[in-house]
């Protein structure tokens, strides 16, 4: 199934620009499921950041507030 979310656009966006497909990402997925520690990692990791889908969504709607768009930014610089 292909993805409905801006996120998800954007994340075909860049494996189609990298020349890979979404099974790439699909295994990807798996290869961290089998990981041990990833889980609790990235849930440590996931709890310091807003909602980026909800708020990408804003922003892409213009409807997004100056504090919302300011944490995007936060987010981008600190964590990805």
Excluded: W, Y
Excluded at 7 to 31: E, K, M, W, Y
Aim: charged share 25%; proline share 2%; aromatic share 4%.
């Amino acid at each position: 199934m292909l993805p409905t979310s801006i996120i998800g656009d954007l994340l075909l966006s860049h494996l189609r620009r990298q020349g890979l497909t979404a099974g790439h990402s699909l295994d990807a997925v798996q290869d961290l499921i089998k990981h041990e520690t990833f889980g609790e990692a990235f849930t440590d990791l996931a709890k310091g950041m807003p909602d980026l889908e909800r708020i990408v969504s804003r922003i892409h709607a213009n409807n997004c507030k100056v504090k919302d768009f300011v944490k995007v930014l936060s987010v981008s610089r600190s964590h990805l």
